[in-house]
């Protein structure tokens, strides 16, 4: 037998030692250091997956929410592993920094830019979603919930217990805790009891170091810096202690749609002064969309005024009548529901049972498969004129599978110091917008036009938003807004997009990033960077 020629055999060389050297070494290395850190009783070869697993896909795709991230060029994870001990999780950054591989952190894996799950580096998933305990204490009214857990299962525990407790989070069942809170975490009662991150009491972290931090151990930056600073910048977080507040046995909703021809654009001008002066007590969104007019078919666009109120209808009808007396809400309007079943109203879901929330893989009628967020904040009235240019943009073809929401800001909002969390967007903000633009499988091969009218729509809304900086709320997590380059991060590159996010308390962060993470272990493409 004659063998090839060397000049055959070069490129085959070079090829074995390129996949040799960047993907097979590394991560055959990283799984041999897994089982050697890992043994006994904390076995975890059960937990690994790698593509070899037939179950990879299936565990790669079942926290995956966003299925603009589920094509087939979308960069996946060399390994994944879903640890049920603390043990694993120091384990897998044990192995990761010694074989130079990127960890990625995914608790319920709702990143609108799907950076739990996404690296154009090779990289290791860590997955906390066996890491779900919820642990209710009605007497002192707190909870120890597993970053793991969802929202929709932490609400359940709650409402097992208790009918007059809550907690201050978002609306959509399935959101990650882990990331939610790491986040900021708005929701339904933001301008009564704040964020999500206001109402953390302690925490559990684990370090670069494989240390277990809680609050004292941690110090007040870095408890400081986890409350709303994004995760995936100081460690894992693996459980939080949380305050739960009182809510009434019932509480009063409406949802009240008005499309343009019934005036809607004079009511959301009206809206702008009422909405963010009204009561702690009350909540209050506008959601719009295009629709197909009932009486001529034409297409219009609706907006439904959205409200949640900590009281009775009666009240509420009495309030409505004085500030907002155009809108012309009806007793019919409203529904008195527990908390628990307004969490399933605000998801459009209807006619379900509460064991809904436990189901992490149900999406509800309302979620669009495919998206880009884009968000903004309002300072200042926008002129009619000005409304309806953004309104009238919905009526695109593209924009069928879209919704804007504006939230009404206000409340406790104007009282908690900038300077309290992270978070900075508080007094002086009438509301927030949220750009949600969807698109239906069958489009995602056009997903570019649907990206180019997110992007128009945004650059169209510049003179009336906020500017230097024009704010962006970090859980609509928006790469256009700017990212860290992930061989390099530098810190002139991440303050453009962390002043967007955080203000003046992105310094703040890069200190607390700086003292527990220096070498930058764990970062992606909008993670705080370490000043070197
Ligand atoms: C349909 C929908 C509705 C939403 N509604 C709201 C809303 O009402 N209010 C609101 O505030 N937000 C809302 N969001 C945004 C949501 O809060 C964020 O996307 C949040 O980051 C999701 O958390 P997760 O755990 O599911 O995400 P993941 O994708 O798992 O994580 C998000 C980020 O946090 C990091 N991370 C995750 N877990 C940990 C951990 N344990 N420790 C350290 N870092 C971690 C990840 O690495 C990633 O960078 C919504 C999102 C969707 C898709
Ligand atoms: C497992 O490994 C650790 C060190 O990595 C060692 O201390 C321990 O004794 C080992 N346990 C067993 C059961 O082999
Ligand atoms: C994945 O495959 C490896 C190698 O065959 C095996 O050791 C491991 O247990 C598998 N993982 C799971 C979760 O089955
Ligand atoms: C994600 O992509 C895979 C592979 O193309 C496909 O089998 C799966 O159905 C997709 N998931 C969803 C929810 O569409
Ligand atoms: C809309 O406003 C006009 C002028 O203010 C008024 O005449 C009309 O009745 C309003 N229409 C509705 C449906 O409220
Ligand atoms: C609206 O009308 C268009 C064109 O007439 C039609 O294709 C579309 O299905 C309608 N949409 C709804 C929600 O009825
Ligand atoms: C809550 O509202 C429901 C539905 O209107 C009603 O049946 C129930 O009695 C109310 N509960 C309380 C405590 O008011
Ligand atoms: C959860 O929801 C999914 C999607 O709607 C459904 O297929 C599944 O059967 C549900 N699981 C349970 C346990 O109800």
């Known amino acids: 037998m004659k063998s090839p020629p060397f000049s055959m055999l070069v490129p085959l060389l070079m090829a074995a030692l390129f996949s040799f050297s960047w993907a097979a070494l590394p991560h055959e290395n990283f799984l041999h250091c897994l089982s050697l850190r890992s043994n006994g009783s904390s076995s975890i070869s059960n937990l690994i997956f790698t593509r070899r697993n037939s179950s990879y896909e299936s565990v790669l795709e079942s926290r995956l929410w966003n299925l603009r991230f589920n094509s087939t060029d979308t960069p996946k994870p060399l390994v994944i592993v879903t640890p049920t001990q603390i043990s694993h999780i120091q384990a897998t950054i044990y192995c990761s920094r010694k074989h130079g591989l990127q960890t990625r952190i995914r608790s319920g894996g709702h990143d609108y830019e799907g950076l739990s799950f996404v690296a154009r580096v090779p990289f290791v998933i860590i997955d906390l979603f066996n890491f779900r305990s ?4 009605v007497e002192n009214r707190v909870a120890w919930v597993q970053s793991g857990a969802i929202l929709g299962e932490f609400y359940y525990r709650i409402a097992e217990k208790s009918t007059t407790l809550a907690f201050p989070g978002g609306v959509f069942h399935s959101i990650g805790v882990g990331g939610y809170i790491s986040g900021g975490g708005f929701g339904l009662l933001f301008r009564k009891h704040g964020t999500a991150g206001d109402n953390v009491l302690d925490a559990q972290l684990i370090d670069v170091n494989g240390r277990i931090l809680d609050r004292k151990s941690m110090g007040e930056d870095l408890f400081w810096a986890i409350r709303g600073g994004g995760g995936g910048s100081f460690g894992i977080v693996l459980a939080w202690k949380l305050r739960l507040v009182p809510v009434p046995a019932n509480v009063t909703v409406f949802t009240v749609g008005r499309t343009l021809e ?9 809206w702008q002064y009422i909405a963010p002066n009204l009561p702690d007590d009350v909540y209050a969104s506008i959601q719009f969309r295009a629709m197909n007019s009932t009486q001529d078919g034409r297409k219009t666009v609706v907006a439904d005024f959205i409200a949640f109120f900590l009281g009775t209808t009666d009240e509420l009808l009495s309030l409505m009548e004085q500030r907002f007396p155009e809108l012309g809400l009806t ?4 529904t008195e529901m527990s908390w628990i079943e307004s969490i399933l109203y605000n998801n459009g879901i209807r006619n379900q049972p509460l064991e809904i929330l436990l189901n992490r893989t149900y999406r509800s009628p309302v979620n669009v498969p495919y998206y880009k967020i884009k968000s903004d ?7 009619e004129i000005g409304l309806n240019g953004l309104l009238s943009r919905l009526t695109d073809e593209v924009a069928t599978s879209t919704v804007i929401l504006f939230f009404a800001y206000g409340g406790i909002m104007d009282r908690i110091s900038e300077h309290a969390t992270p978070f900075p967007h508080r007094a002086g903000n009438l509301y927030k917008i949220c750009y949600n633009t969807g698109w239906l499988a069958e489009d995602n091969v056009n997903s ?10 945004y650059s169209y809304m510049s003179p009336f938003v906020s500017k230097y900086p024009r704010e962006a709320y970090l859980n609509y997590r928006d790469l256009d807004i700017g990212s860290n380059n992930i061989h390099y991060t530098s810190y002139e590159q991440a303050h453009i997009w962390g002043r967007k996010y955080f203000k003046d308390n992105f310094d703040r ?3 607390a990033k700086t003292k527990i993470d220096p070498q930058n ?3 992606h493409e909008q993670s705080i960077p370490p000043l070197i």
């Open 377 to 383: 904040y309002v300072k200042e009235p926008i002129s």
């Open 509 to 511: 962060l890069v200190h």
């Open 331 to 334: 007793k019919q309007d409203c």
């Open 134 to 137: 919820v642990d209710i204490d």
């Open 521 to 523: 272990f764990f970062r």
């Open 448 to 457: 570019q036009k649907y990206l180019d009218w997110a992007r128009t729509t």
């Open 262 to 270: 019934q005036n809607a654009t004079e009511l959301v001008h009206r």
